[in-house]
């Protein structure tokens, strides 16, 4: 796949979202240019949405003081949602002299709306602290949103990175009686009950047919993401559940975590991960987010 350094698509106002409307009307979902994020994914019968919002989501950070460390900026800025995280992941590194913010750079720049239709978008940004540019493709469908990933290699030389998907869920998948699943089979991932706090952190090995899932019986809502497990063979699920009660939750977030990977989270090799993309050459695959009642 090829496609342009610079486009004439106009960058979309960061202010305003993409909506895609599912052609059976059952999902809706916005689309944000920063980050290439997924902002919201409603079920139209219900009006639930399955992504986190955190309380300062809509806060305009033009003009305010810089972190002077990433991840606090990350933290800080943090909206909720689905985001893709590249070419790195986890804690700010310097790789070959270059620096790596927090959960990699495609996370943190605006990207540009190549093409909208009623039910699908594609987003292209192209990465300065690698030879990447990265071209996302968004459909929506009756009851699941399909995201295809491009990794294009402008070097003359392999890349090597590493890519994790990061969707947080809300409220409307969160209850004490929430069960979660790894390919098709079930965790122990523990929810609290109303009013106590809860974090935890938790790797699982993701093989054969990429699946994590979470129900919740009060609801009776389902979201169930799906994955290549040959690129992406890790399965992490992260949960703040009103614990923290310092920066940066302020104990005001409910959220887990669903997130396929490239590589544990724990990791710190010399290179920035396990996945390579050929010189001149592109890596491509899909995750989908099925979002439906049952």
């Known amino acids: ?21 599912a052609p059976g009307g059952q999902l809706t979902a916005d689309v944000d240019p920063r ?11 219900s009006g639930q949405d399955a992504l986190l919002h955190t309380a300062w989501e809509n806060e ?17 800025r943090y909206q909720g949602g689905w985001h893709v995280l590249a070419p790195h992941v986890g804690a700010a590194r310097v790789v070959g002299g270059i620096e790596h913010p927090y959960h990699g750079e495609a996370a943190w720049r605006p990207w540009r709306m ?12 192209v990465l300065r602290t690698v030879p990447l540019a990265l071209r996302r493709e968004i459909v929506i469908t009756d009851d699941a949103v399909l995201v295809t990933q491009h990794f294009v290699n402008l070097s003359a030389t392999a ?12 409220d409307a998948l969160i209850d004490e009686n929430s069960e979660v699943s790894v390919g098709g089979k079930r965790v122990d991932v523990r929810f609290p009950r109303q009013g106590e706090g809860h974090s935890a952190f938790a790797i699982f090995d993701a093989t054969g047919d990429g699946q994590f ?15 290549d497990t040959e690129l992406l063979p890790y399965a992490t699920a992260w949960q703040e559940h009103n614990k923290s009660q310092g920066f940066p939750w302020w104990g005001t977030t409910n959220t887990i975590g669903l997130e396929p990977a490239s590589r544990h989270y724990h990791d710190d090799p010399a290179e ?3 996945l390579t993309v050929e010189a001149r050459g592109t890596l491509s695959s899909f995750v989908k987010l099925s979002y439906h009642s049952y």
């Open 114 to 125: 190549t093409d909208v239709t009623e039910s699908s978008c594609t987003l292209d940004v």
């Open 159 to 170: 890349v090597a990175f590493s890519w994790t998907e990061h969707p947080a869920f809300g």
């Open 1 to 21: 796949m090829q496609f342009p350094a610079t486009s004439d698509a106009h960058i979309t106002d960061l202010s305003s979202y993409t909506r895609l409307s």
């Open 213 to 227: 899932a979470i129900k919740n019986p009060r609801t009776r809502l389902e979201a169930v993401v799906e994955w």
């Open 60 to 76: 305009d950070w033009s003009g305010a003081f810089p972190a002077t460390d990433s991840s606090a900026e990350w933290h800080r």
């Open 272 to 274: 920035l991960g396990p």
């Open 35 to 45: 980050g290439a994020r997924l902002a919201t994914l409603v079920h139209t019968n």
